[in-house]
């Protein structure tokens, strides 16, 4: 009768423990929940304010679209060191100033492997722009194009 009681008390608990679960899941959307990132995160609007108030002596905006692209499109002020799955040194990107990556992606996937990737080969300084491009587009923030 015991064993029977606690079986049915945990086959409860389990019910309720999973319907829990699918109320959070519908109240969110059944969206993932959002991942920590390993490298602190700016917003858009913090960048742009940075921007604005010629604040950005110690920050280098690195996009890491390909070339093609950021030449048609990129933040004001930001140089170009394309997403690849393996960075070869040498580097030309400073050591002392943070380094504030974005990518056309929404997760700031591209811009946490280049990070990665330049962690190993000495960088501390790091960043990543939440949302990376297409957030500072919906923002409606500006962008440029090579030459400008």
Not at 34 to 47: C, D, F, V, W
């Amino acid at each position: 009768m015991i064993a029977r009681t606690l079986i049915t008390r945990s086959s409860l608990l389990i019910w309720v423990i999973a319907f829990g679960s699918l109320v959070s899941s519908a109240r969110n959307g059944w969206a993932e929940p959002k991942r920590e990132s390993r490298y602190p995160l700016m917003t858009g609007e913090e960048l742009k304010r940075l921007i604005d108030s010629k604040a950005t002596q110690d920050i280098v905006i690195v996009d890491t679209q390909p070339s093609e692209y950021f030449a048609e499109a990129h933040i004001p002020g930001a140089v170009n060191l394309p997403y690849t799955d393996r960075i070869t040194p040498p580097v030309n990107l400073p050591r002392t100033k943070t380094l504030l990556l974005y990518c056309p992606c929404q997760n700031e996937e591209e811009s946490t492997e280049m990070a990665i990737q330049l962690e190993k080969l000495g960088y501390r300084k790091l960043k990543l722009l939440q949302g990376g491009l297409p957030k500072w587009r919906e923002l409606k923030y500006p962008t440029a194009k090579s030459g400008e």
